[in-house]
């Protein structure tokens, strides 16, 4: 049962447009989302985070977008650098105690950014 | 910046062989997490750990056993290794803010059993 879905395994841009990374999930309880960046022979690090009490934060190139009513949130990477060519996470949590540091990852979705 | 680091980068057992995966965070956070990546499947979740000597099962904690004796530490253990334990480890560990946690990660131990 997957709880957090990335439907797109790769994803092709150019340099200087916008890349968009989607992400669904079906558990209501979810509060707190998170995408994560990793490259080959790396471990995933932080990139945004968003609470379900907002449908918007930014951070520089990226923005993470939440639709709560259709469990739907998205990265958005303006403008796409090749630096930014990676495999992206998207991770989602509940709850206000202890398991509030559990996360439930998608399968990812790989970036290509090209010259 | 956090610091997290794992013992091994690259790792070949063989079939039944006892396998000792070692994790260690240099910021006194109080969680740590044990996840495998397997192409397609993304991290899945094995085992955690909220405080010294306390563990939890994770999404698929068959065939992996864990110890947490120091704060700083958590290791993963394949009891008997299998070939279905090849995988990409990934041990994280964090803390709460709020009751929010962001992890952050190791660079990983690819495993390969024969």
């Known amino acids: 049962d997957q709880q957090v879905k990335q439907n797109s395994p790769s994803l092709s841009v150019q340099e200087g447009r916008i890349s968009i990374l989607n992400c669904d999930y079906t558990?209501?309880?979810?509060?707190?989302f998170l995408w994560y960046k990793k490259y080959p022979a790396e471990g995933p690090t932080f990139l945004i985070s968003i609470s379900s009490i907002k449908d918007k934060n930014e951070d520089g190139r990226f923005t993470v977008f939440l639709n709560k009513s259709a469990k739907h949130l998205s990265l958005h990477i303006v403008p796409s650098q090749p630096g930014d060519s990676a495999v992206y996470f998207c991770?989602?949590?509940?709850?206000?105690?202890?398991?509030?540091?559990?996360?439930?990852f998608g399968t990812g979705t790989r970036l290509q950014v090209t010259l | 910046d956090v610091k997290v680091t794992q013992s091994s980068r690259y790792l070949v057992k063989r079939t039944g062989e006892k396998v000792f995966l070692e994790c260690v965070q240099d910021?006194?956070?109080?969680?740590m997490f044990w996840y495998r990546q397997d192409p397609g499947l993304g991290l899945r979740l094995i085992y955690f750990?909220?405080?010294?000597?306390?563990?939890e099962k994770g999404d698929i904690p068959e065939g992996y056993s864990v110890s947490r004796e120091k704060k700083e530490r958590f290791s993963l253990i394949l009891e008997s290794a299998s070939t279905n334990q090849t995988s990409m480890y990934l041990c994280?560990?964090?803390?709460?803010?709020?009751?929010?946690?962001?992890?952050?990660f190791g660079p990983g131990t690819r495993l390969l059993v024969l």
């Open positions: 991770a989602a949590s509940r709850g206000l105690t202890g398991t509030a540091s559990k996360l439930t």
């Open positions: 910021m006194d956070h109080e969680n």
């Open positions: 558990n209501s309880m979810f509060d707190y």
């Open positions: 750990s909220y405080d010294v000597k306390m563990k």
């Open positions: 994280a560990s964090s803390y709460l803010v709020r009751g929010r946690g962001t992890q952050y």
